[in-house]
Structures are given as structure tokens and as C-alpha cells.
């Protein structure tokens, strides 16, 4: 009696086995023949950052067919797809997938960029890494703009820079702009003021802004805060400071 059942309980799984295999078998050919009957494209990007649009992308997928939307899922080599995608200096990452209705999706995560470079070649994005990448036509973000840091470690230092800046009160909206020499200085310009700051290596941060606000309170407290036209932080104990006449 055991081994009828046990018999039994094998011939139900090797049927079950078979159906399921079957199945996907059939689930995988009625995919692979289904016609792509229209695409979804999600982008994520920030409200101020919008390098790619939709139509970017679907520039990218016409490359693959011009009747993308009436050909078959395995006609579509969603792995080339994926890769030309990641390829764009714009995208970050990207996922291709297709559903059971013949719906390609493609989701798109864009670059972020922190700062705009500039140099004998032009002029390009910085990311967080302090790596390059092209600037978008779409764009139309403000950021500061850095020149004179010609590998991605000293991008990375002035990114810092730039980001204990734009939190201390002595630069109310930040910096606009900040050039390294080749000693490694640092001139830096205020966004708030059209002044411009000899500030010296990337040093003592806290101690430099520190400086900088005082000299600030008093041409404010003298109304001489508009004539303004440089300072100097490089020297210990003072700062030199120009105004015009």
C-alpha cells in the first residue's frame, strides 16, 4: 500500500514537472513573438537637472529599428540595448525590460552634476566622483564654475570646498566660481558680491571664512562694503583687503 502511494506521489510530480517546464517553455515563445506594441520611458533626474528628455532616449532606441514599436521582443537584444544606454556621458544607469502586454520599459537614471569645469578644451560637467562628462543643451542649472583642477582629486577637494562654502554665513548663496593656480592656490568668488578672495591653499577653512566675515562687518559698519574689490586670506592673524575709490 506504501509503495502504490509512493508511486503515485512520484508519477504526480513528474506531471507537475513536466507542466511547468512545458509552460515556460510556451510562456517564453509567446514573449519572444509578441510585438512590441509601444514603450514607456521613466528618467530620474532633480527639478534643476534635466540633461536628458524622453526624446533623447528615444533617439537611442530608433538606432535599434525604425519600427521598434511592431517588431518582435526577440528581435529587441535588450543587453545592447542596456549597454548602448549606460554609454550616454548623461546616464548614470539603465534598465530595459519588456512586459507580457508587448510594453517596453526603459528606466533611466541621469548623471548628477556638482560643478562646471572649464579649460583649453572647453567646458564640461563635474560629478561627485570629480569625474568629467558633456554638458547637456537641456540643462539650465546654475553651478559653480571651477577652472584650473586638471585631475579628479583635486576636482573632489574643491567640490568639498564648494559644498562647506555654500553651508557657512559668510558666503550667502555659495561661490560662483574658483580657479586654482599652479602653486595651488585658490581664487575664489563670492556669489553674493562681485569681490574676488585670494585665499591660499585649501587650508583652515573655518579660520579663513572666520576672517573673511570680519572684514565684511566692518566695511558694512563703515559703508564701504559695496567698494569691495579684493581679499587677501593667505596671511596669519590679519587679512588684506581692497577697495575702490
Known amino acids: ?47 534643476k537637472q534635466m540633461f536628458l528628455k524622453k526624446s533623447d532616449v528615444v533617439n537611442i532606441l530608433e538606432t535599434f529599428s525604425s519600427n521598434y514599436d511592431s517588431i518582435n521582443y526577440k528581435e529587441i537584444n535588450i543587453t545592447l540595448l542596456e549597454e548602448l544606454l549606460r554609454d550616454q556621458p548623461q546616464i548614470l544607469q539603465a534598465e530595459v525590460f519588456s512586459t507580457w502586454k508587448g510594453l517596453l520599459k526603459i528606466n ?46 583635486k576636482r573632489i577637494q574643491v567640490l568639498n570646498f564648494i559644498e562647506k562654502a555654500s553651508k557657512h554665513p559668510s558666503f550667502p548663496n555659495g561661490i560662483s ?36 566675515q570680519a572684514v565684511y562687518a566692518y566695511l558694512l559698519e563703515t559703508n564701504n562694503l559695496d567698494k569691495l574689490s579684493h581679499l587677501d586670506l593667505r596671511y596669519s592673524g590679519q587679512a588684506v583687503y581692497k577697495v575702490n575709490n
Not at 578644451?121 to 571651477?146: C, Q, R, W
Not at 563670492?190 to 585665499?199: L, N, Y
Open 1 to 47: 500500500m506504501r509503495i502504490g502511494k509512493i508511486i503515485i506521489t512520484i508519477f504526480t510530480w513528474i506531471i507537475i514537472s513536466f507542466i511547468m517546464i512545458w509552460s515556460t517553455k510556451e510562456s517564453s515563445i509567446v514573449r519572444n513573438n509578441r510585438a512590441l506594441v509601444d514603450h514607456q520611458i521613466e528618467i530620474e533626474n532633480s527639478e
Open 108 to 153: 533611466v537614471t541621469q548623471k548628477k552634476a556638482k560643478a562646471r569645469m572649464i579649460d583649453n578644451k572647453g567646458m564640461a560637467y563635474v560629478d561627485e566622483m570629480g569625474n568629467l562628462f558633456p554638458l547637456s543643451e537641456h540643462d539650465s542649472d546654475k553651478l559653480t564654475v571651477i577652472s584650473g583642477f586638471f585631475d579628479s582629486e
Open 177 to 212: 566660481s574658483v580657479h586654482r593656480e599652479n602653486d595651488g592656490t585658490y581664487i575664489v568668488y563670492p556669489a553674493w558680491h562681485g569681490h574676488s578672495i585670494t585665499w591660499g591653499l585649501d587650508d583652515f577653512f573655518e579660520i579663513k571664512a572666520h576672517k573673511a
